[in-house]
């Protein structure tokens, strides 16, 4: 994902400025025009950067950084600070209540993926117990009707179309009251994709919109849309009341930066992003632990989350105590890659820990990276208990290689390739230990508020030296304003 190189360049930028001796008006600009560029090139709409930048230099106090103290984290916490506020318009989206029927209206250019999109949230929805429906009044594209009820049979959601119907608002008006009638709570209504040129197309959205009373309206913009995400977003709010956008194709090429220009032009916030054409290819988009992860800070949040999701319960404890040691050995390797085989999405967990980024299964090679994964599962089928289970990077001598290499009917040279990714999974890793891991329990506990205490607990002790121990911590909690911040920001621990 690009939006990993704009984090990586923002990161540089204040490594680069906090390794100065002497951090004076100079040295801030030199960093705060490498992020804005940074920025610009990501196709983050040039206004917007300007403004942060202006901010930052606003909040950023010279004479706390002449101190010499925690330079990186004052610079750090003002520029998270000034990028979640770009991403969050002040007000949450319409929540939909389970049980009670809410009708969400999707709009957005052709191509967005829209109709995939719309799958995708009803699919989501289904899997926590809604009842959710489809409605396709997009009656301009020839194709669109069969489209929806492909991907809603395979879902096996309820949809409602018609081949011969041309009114798109009848259509609508008519899915709208059967699956009302049916006690569907989740009513999505798939409109025609356009352009914003075209004025008809406009006007039959507002006219769907009209005749439907959405609870929701949500914009869905293809995140490749580069800088014309501004005034595009901003022609869809002026016809219709959009309240939330979904961001896809999150996994491509695209530089991602429009996704906070849409934020801006709708003043909506961004609620899921789409990172695949599969359905469970859908992750919400929680803008805090977002940012934590483009700054390369890691997002220990989102990292249990999706433990607790992928991992099969029985296996969780066990696996997250082996992690908590730092002995991460060649069988969790093995296990985890069956977790990953099985159920596809583990690429996301590791994608939340810093230094893990994509490397293992980078986006869009996803077969390409699960054909290697086999083949890394085969040579360690030709493994010893002991190998497997050994913590001892010496064990593995060149007899035990080859031997692996026959028995797997791989290349030495893959068996050594393997092994170095072992080596370089288990590094990261082996920071990690003492890491407290945070239980579900832990994970509510946070969700209130969790004070230094309870934080003191869960961070390894190295790291809550480098903070200065508790005092040090109380007080930067009390910077950070909430304890869920710290989940996020001390998922790198490489301040
Ligand atoms: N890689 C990737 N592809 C996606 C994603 N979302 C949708 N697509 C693909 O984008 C293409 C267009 O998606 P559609 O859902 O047909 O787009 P649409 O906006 O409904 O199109 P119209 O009905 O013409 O407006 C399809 O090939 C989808 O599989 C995503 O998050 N990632």
């Not at 770009?86 to 209206?105: E, N, V, Y």
């Not at 800088?227 to 977003?233: E, G, L, Y």
């Not at 890491?435 to 390894?460: E, F, V, W, Y």
């Amino acid at each position: 994902m690009v939006l990993a190189e704009l984090g990586g360049r923002i990161s540089r930028a204040i490594q680069h400025m906090s390794n100065a001796t002497i951090i004076d008006e100079k040295v801030l600009n030199e960093c705060l025009n490498e992020i804005t560029r940074a920025l610009l090139s990501s196709d983050v709409q040039f206004q917007l950067v300007r403004d942060m930048q202006k901010n930052i230099k606003a909040i950023v106090n010279l004479e706390d950084l002449a101190a010499g103290h925690n330079k990186r984290r004052i610079i750090q916490q003002a520029i998270f600070n000034e990028l979640c506020k770009m991403l969050d318009p002040g007000k949450p989206a319409f929540t939909p209540k389970k049980g009670k029927p809410s009708i969400i209206m999707f709009v957005g250019l052709q191509g967005s993926g829209k109709t995939t999109t719309c799958t995708k949230y009803a699919y989501y929805h289904q899997k926590k117990g809604w009842k959710p429906a489809l409605v396709c009044a997009d009656t301009f594209r020839a194709g669109a009707f069969d489209q929806l009820k492909q991907n809603a049979t395979k879902a096996k959601i309820p949809f409602y179309g018609s081949y011969t119907e041309s009114d798109p608002v009848k259509i609508a008006v008519e899915g709208v009251e059967t699956f009302k009638k049916e006690n569907c709570d989740l009513i999505i209504v798939d409109t025609s994709g356009r352009h914003k040129q075209e004025a008809a197309l406009f006007e039959e959205m507002r006219q769907v919109s009209e005749a439907t009373k959405p609870d929701l309206v949500i914009f869905v913009m293809d995140s490749s849309i580069g800088q014309a995400a501004f005034d595009q977003a901003q022609a869809f709010k002026q016809s219709v009341p959009v309240g939330a956008v979904i961001v896809t194709k999150m996994d491509g090429h695209a530089k991602g930066g429009g996704a906070l220009s849409a934020v801006a032009a709708t003043k909506s916030p961004v609620i899921f992003i789409g990172t695949g054409e599969h359905m469970d290819e859908f992750e919400v988009f929680d803008v805090k632990p977002f940012v934590s992860r483009l700054l390369g800070m890691g997002d220990w949040t989102g990292f249990m989350d999706k433990i607790h999701e992928v991992v099969p319960v029985d296996q969780q404890p066990e696996l997250l105590q082996k992690l908590s040691e730092g002995n991460f050995t060649l069988r969790i390797m093995y296990e985890q890659f069956q977790n990953i085989l099985k159920m596809g999405p583990i690429g996301q967990v590791f994608s939340m820990l810093p230094g893990f980024s994509a490397e293992l299964m980078p986006k869009g090679r996803e077969k390409e990276s699960q054909a290697k994964i086999k083949r890394y599962m085969t040579m360690m089928d030709s493994m010893t208990n002991e190998e497997l289970d050994s913590t001892n990077p010496k064990l593995m001598n060149e007899s035990r290689i080859m031997r692996i290499a026959r028995g797997s009917g791989r290349q030495v040279r893959e068996v050594m390739e393997m092994l170095e990714e072992y080596k370089r999974l288990a590094k990261i890793w082996s920071k990690m230990k003492g890491l407290k891991i945070p239980t579900r329990g832990d994970m509510n506990m946070r969700s209130r508020n969790m004070n230094a205490q309870h934080m003191s607990k869960i961070l390894p002790p190295q790291m809550l030296k480098q903070i200065g121990g508790m005092g040090g911590l109380q007080s930067l909690m009390k910077q950070m304003g909430s304890s869920k911040d710290m989940m996020g920001m001390f998922g790198g621990g490489d301040s």
